[in-house]
């Protein structure tokens, strides 16, 4: 009995599955929105590093609730007061081109010569995505 159970319970789930697959429609948590990848990078002087600059975001796609951007790994001393919140709407590139819709400051505090690589995150509070950032700082730029 309990084995029968069992097998109907799989076959309606894979059922179900494949009528989502068919029909086009995506699951709630699958995401319908990219943070894209900019290549960004900034050139800093060691001994200065940059009190205040950003980088910028483009969440393209289609989202329903707020995404929020900001910055991880940031190397030692160095801060990020946070960026623009996304409300929810969509962004999709026309003629080749994305539009910017959010960006995040951040302060560099001075730093050891070398590449530093934080990370700019978007999230909708189910789906994080993140994209590398490059922070090179030389003895002068």
Known sequence: MRTTYRAARLALGATAGMALALSGITPASAATWEL??????ICVT???????TYFVAAVVGHWSTTVQIALRDLPAGSTSAGGTPIPPGSNYPNNGSTTI???VQLSIAPLPVGMYTPRLTASDGTETQSVPVT??????C
Do not use: A, L
């Not at 894209?36 to 990078?41: A, K, P, T």
């Not at 060691?46 to 205040?52: A, E, I, V, Y």
């Not at 922070?135 to 002068?140: P, R």
């Open 36 to 41: 894209r990848d900019f290549q960004q990078r």
């Open 46 to 52: 060691s001994s200065n590093g940059h009190p205040g």
């Open 101 to 103: 819709n959010g960006f």
């Open 135 to 140: 922070i090179n700082v030389k003895e002068s």
